[in-house]
């Protein structure tokens, strides 16, 4: 089991910056890839961005490429999501996103693929 916990979500102005961490608990030796995805209200569930685990390697969805990134610290079991140059279109709930197999490049930002999931943590960017 594995348990994840978002925190740094606040609501910023348009061009303003927000890290998000996401701390992994449990059986986090197993974590194969972890993302982050977020959803906005009457949207569904879009990939932001991913890490896998092992080896540091990121992806970046192209509605944000440029401007977040996303990395890890293994010592502490956490996920960072560096957001920059916020837009009003990137206001919704983030979430973090774990799973234990390997994810092909074409499921990368598929939700139903990633079996834990953190509770969210809210973002607003105000125009």
């Known amino acids: 089991q594995v348990q994840l916990e978002e925190s740094g979500g606040d609501s910023v102005q348009a061009g303003g910056s927000l890290r998000l961490s996401c701390v992994a608990s449990?059986?986090?030796?197993?974590?194969?890839?972890m993302a982050w995805f977020r959803q906005a209200p009457g949207k569904g569930r879009e990939g932001v961005a991913t890490?896998?685990?092992?080896?540091?390697?990121?992806y970046s969805a192209d509605s944000v490429k440029g401007r977040f990134t996303v990395s890890q610290d293994n010592v502490n079991n956490t996920v960072y999501l560096q957001m920059n140059s916020l837009r009003p279109e990137d206001t919704a709930m983030y979430y973090c996103?774990?799973?234990?197999?390997?994810?092909?490049?074409?499921?990368?930002?598929?939700?139903?693929?990633?079996?834990?999931w953190g509770q969210g943590t809210q973002v607003t960017v105000s125009s």
């Open positions: 449990g059986s986090t030796p197993s974590i194969a890839y």
């Open positions: 890490i896998a685990t092992h080896d540091g390697t990121t």
């Open positions: 996103a774990a799973s234990l197999r390997y994810i092909p490049a074409w499921g990368r930002y598929n939700p139903g693929l990633y079996i834990y």
